[in-house]
């Protein structure tokens, strides 16, 4: 088991800032690639942003491109996602994932997630 423990969620207002962080445990979060997820109500959890295991290699989603920074710190086994500009449409439960591979194809990072997902943490961006 690798627990994962998102925080920082909450209510913030369209253009508001948010900084969601993940906890890991366990002693091979230093090898494994890191992904935020996230699903709105009614919806699929979709892929948000991900990071290898040496933070080299950074893969965001098209609709997040240029609000969204995923980093990490594999001293304190932490990963983080901050979160700029946000929009309604960025509302739902945002979800940390313990990587399989992030692998690179003519030029574009796939990202495989394991089983090993956090209980979430909601962000809710209303006026």
């Known amino acids: 088991q690798v627990p994962l423990v998102e925080s920082g969620g909450g209510l913030v207002q369209p253009g508001g800032s948010l900084r969601l962080s993940c906890a890991a445990s366990g002693n091979i979060f230093n090898i494994h690639p890191m992904g935020w997820f996230r699903q709105a109500p009614g919806k699929e959890r979709e892929f948000v942003a991900a990071i290898s295991s040496d933070g080299n290699q950074i893969k965001y989603e098209d609709s997040v491109k240029g609000r969204f920074t995923v980093s990490r710190d594999n001293a304190k086994r932490m990963v983080y996602l901050q979160m700029s500009n946000l929009k309604p449409e960025d509302t739902a439960a945002y979800f940390c994932?313990?990587?399989?591979?992030?692998?690179?194809?003519?030029?574009?990072?796939?990202?495989?997630?394991?089983?090993?997902w956090g209980p979430g943490t909601q962000v809710f961006v209303s006026s």
């Open positions: 994932n313990l990587g399989s591979a992030m692998l690179s194809r003519g030029g574009t990072y796939y990202y495989t997630p394991s089983a090993y």
